[in-house]
């Protein structure tokens, strides 16, 4: 098939435009022409960066290349000095924005760059990650990030040296994506977390630079207008501008969008002519960035492979929500979506490129071997320590392996997560991982409805261990112990996974939290094990819709019961005279509540409490205080004794005496948050409702601290209200982040207000 397009062509419509490559120090001036549906002509350069595909027969485009000029600079207009690209506005420059080349801002650098030049500001963008902005990030950034967060802080830093008076660095929470039906498409949390994190880092008042931190959900259209609409009040611009800057915006963000699928069109029709195909599926701030990605695209094509940008392809067409349809990352979406792309393919194969310490990536790459199973790809983590020569051979190896197959495999698609239930099973019994003392409440109410239920042994040496082997090894603690907790329960002699089921809640903020039932599932399946899991969710406040408020009130009721009890527990042991008698009446009432819960629901609770709260007062105590320690963090480890080794027993042993901040605290967070959701949504009916059932449960927590008055302090009785801790943590960072740490920081806080010496925060 000829590739002439014949006199036909005179007749096409087409654009040009000029432009400075960004490549080297030569800094050619490219010309470029552009017809719809094709990758762009290109001349003007020393090198074949962009004339690649004029060369002699066997010479592959440089994709990445071409990408990266699209994106930074498409209308050619912008100015090179010192690495920084600057954008003048159109007339006299109101100010000067500076706009960080890092995360998932490089993608959004088109719409925000011709928004804030329409709006009369000159906009400056920092230069493409190079050696100084890595040693800037590593002797100033968290230590524990993956390196493309680290080097945020050296593109800021860069910045702040380049004379603007305006920082760009907003909380990106969400990435629009139209064809999926989940409530969620969330960035990872350190995205979402970098203007905070920064404004730790940098004092940016200090320098004379403002900050634009707005929280910005593109996931959500009518959140977004509102945002967008703050930040160019906030910039001294009218209606008028506001709506002339947005329409520019997103017509450049559109035309980035066309272009890239048209670079994405042309590799298709090369790897359809013979070609060898290799989508590197990342994150693109991963797979974007030269100095990131060891310039990965670059070595490929060197080996002869064209390298193929995963936003080039045609992702979004892929019904990822029907395999996996509780991802509530964009970028996992995406990856998910390629991943199912090379599957159908036989001339295209993937290679997985990530960081380390990346936490969703941990969990993804499970979903992507579920997906190719037996047709190889090449999974490769980077960080500031990785070096060309392993890369390479690593990528060598792959492609032999590749070369070496007799027939191209084309697996199955992926086995839906059909055991995965959103409801109870009475025929089956339901094992329930052993997080903290709180289970025994739920299993109480559970079977106070009629439910058989055990609650698992607590998590050992034996549970992390089985939970290493059966992992990737970049989870988080709770998911390695939780696994390694349900590998020993199938080991049980005897246990029958069709009378069985497991319970494992889930969140849909942008926790890890969400993954852990659904890739248990996979691994437990590919032991050859098939089990039910049933699981609630956190976004509509863990209703479970067959048993509905009743139920939820009954664990409500049970957890704060245990809740007040280990509060008793906390403040009687550390004075004790005999030791180890607070442990062994904590024990018996903790059996007390299970029971009573579960044989006579809430009424029997209630009159079971009083007795417990002065069984405590019975225990003989010493004389004086002890320095108050509040422990907060991630909910997991902070309540489970194993992950914390015994957190609270050794402060109490060195002197000590703790709270922990109580499981009530998370439950009244996701009923808030609902109602939240629910008003954005413009939902009356949810919202009424929901607000009813937040004054109901309210009311029951008042009801059951009444129960201890007289054994409990007002401080230990009467948990803040979520608003007061939200409204604490507002300062260091904004709601919109949803999940723990808006918690962690206000209950910190509220700690702080309240008398306490000393607050130690956990994390996995």
């Known amino acids: 098939m000829t590739k002439f397009k014949g006199f036909d062509l005179t007749q ?3 654009g040009t435009r000029n432009f400075s490559c960004q490549g080297c120090s030569n800094v050619c001036r490219i010309s470029e022409v552009v017809f719809p549906d094709e990758r762009p002509f290109y001349h003007g350069s020393r090198c074949d960066r962009f004339d690649a595909h004029h060369l002699e027969e066997g010479t592959l485009p440089d994709l990445f290349s071409a990408r990266q000029a699209i994106v930074f ?41 011709e928004f804030f030049r329409s709006l009369g500001y000159e906009v400056v963008i920092s230069p493409e990650t190079n050696r100084e902005i890595i040693r800037s990030s590593l002797s100033g950034a968290p230590p524990n990030a993956c390196l493309p967060a680290k080097v945020m802080h050296g593109h800021v830093a860069s910045l702040l040296d380049a004379g603007i008076d305006t920082m760009f660095i907003p909380a990106l929470i969400d990435v629009a994506n139209p064809n999926t039906t989940t409530p969620t498409n969330y960035n990872c949390p350190l995205v979402q977390a970098q203007p905070y994190i920064l404004q730790a880092e940098f004092d940016f008042a200090a320098r004379g630079v403002k900050t634009i931190t707005t929280p910005l959900h593109f996931y959500r259209r009518e959140l977004l207008d509102r945002e967008i609409a703050s930040i160019a009040r906030d910039l001294g611009a009218g209606k008028r501008e506001l709506a002339r800057a947005r329409n520019a915006a997103e017509e450049a963000a559109a035309d980035m969008r066309r272009r890239i699928l048209a670079l994405g069109h042309e590799a298709l029709e090369i790897v359809a002519d013979g070609a060898t195909g290799i989508v590197i599926m990342s994150r693109l701030y991963n797979s974007t960035d030269r100095m990131l990605s060891l310039d990965l695209p670059k070595k490929l094509r060197s080996l002869g492979v064209l390298a ?31 991943a199912e792309i090379v599957r159908k393919s036989d001339r295209l194969w993937g290679l997985y490129l990530s960081h380390f310490n990346c936490g969703p990536d941990s969990f993804i790459v499970h979903y992507v071997r579920e997906t190719l199973k037996s047709k190889p790809f090449l999974t490769i983590e980077l960080d500031e320590h990785s070096a060309d020569a392993g890369v390479l051979t690593r990528l060598e190896a792959y492609l032999d392996s590749i070369g070496a197959l007799t027939q191209h495999p084309r697996p199955p698609q992926p086995r839906p997560l059909t055991g995965i239930k959103r409801g109870f099973d009475r025929t089956k019994k339901i094992y329930i991982p052993y997080m903290c003392d709180h289970n025994y409440a739920i299993t109480g109410a559970l079977r106070h409805y009629g439910y058989t239920t055990e609650v698992l042994p607590p998590p050992d040496e034996e549970s992390l261990a089985l939970g290493r082997e059966n992992s990737s090894g970049g989870e988080c603690l709770p998911f ?11 080991r049980r002699p005897g246990f029958d996974t069709n009378r069985s089921c497991i319970f494992m809640a889930t969140s849909t903020g942008p926790c890890r939290f969400c993954h852990y039932f659904s890739t248990q599932t996979i691994i437990l399946r590919n032991l050859g094990v ?28 049970g957890l704060g019961a245990v809740d007040l009890l280990q509060k008793l527990l906390w403040g009687t042991r550390p004075y004790e005279r005999k030791k180890g008698e607070s442990n062994s009446v904590y024990q018996e009432s903790l059996q007390k509540v299970e029971a009573a819960l579960g044989e006579g629901g809430i009424r029997a609770l209630l009159q079971a409490l009083p007795a417990i709260g002065e069984r405590f007062t019975r225990i003989e105590r010493t004389e004086g205080d002890r320095p108050l320690i509040g422990v907060v963090g991630e909910i997991y480890v902070r309540v489970n004794p194993f992950s914390n080794a015994n957190l609270v027993e050794l402060i109490e042993e060195l002197g000590g005496e703790a709270r922990v901040a109580s499981l009530e605290e998370w439950m009244s967070y996701t009923l808030y948050k609902k109602a939240g959701d629910s008003l954005i949504r413009h939902d009356w009916p949810a919202h009424i409702k929901t607000r009813l059932e937040r ?6 927590g008042h009801r059951l601290a009444r129960t201890f008055k007289g054994f409990l302090s007002d401080r230990d009785r009467k948990e803040a209200p979520t608003e007061e801790i939200i409204a604490h943590s507002a300062p260091y960072i904004s709601e919109a982040y949803r999940g723990e740490p808006v918690l962690t920081v206000g209950k910190a806080i509220e700690y702080a207000h309240t008398g306490f010496d000393g607050i130690i925060n956990v994390l996995p």
């Open 480 to 490: 390695i112990l939780t696994t390694g907790d349900l590998l020993k329960l199938i």
């Open 308 to 338: 193929i940008p995963i936003d080039a392809l045609r992702w979004e067409e892929i019904d990822v929500d029907q395999l996996y349809p509780f991802m509530q990352w964009h970028a996992g979406k995406r990856i998910l979506a390629a």
């Open 73 to 113: 600079d498409r209308d050619g207009t912008g100015e090179t000095t010192d690495g920084m690209l600057r954008f003048s506005p159109p007339g006299t420059a109101r100010g000067v924005i500076g706009i960080p080349r890092a995360l998932s801002m490089r993608d959004l650098t088109p719409f925000f760059c």
């Open 12 to 14: 096409q419509k087409y």
């Open 695 to 700: 004054a109901v449960l309210a009311r029951d």
């Open 530 to 557: 098939d089990i039910d899991f049933i699981t609630i969710e956190s976004y509509d406040a863990y209703t479970v819709k067959d048993l509905g408020t009743p139920f939820r009130r009954a664990v409500w009721y």
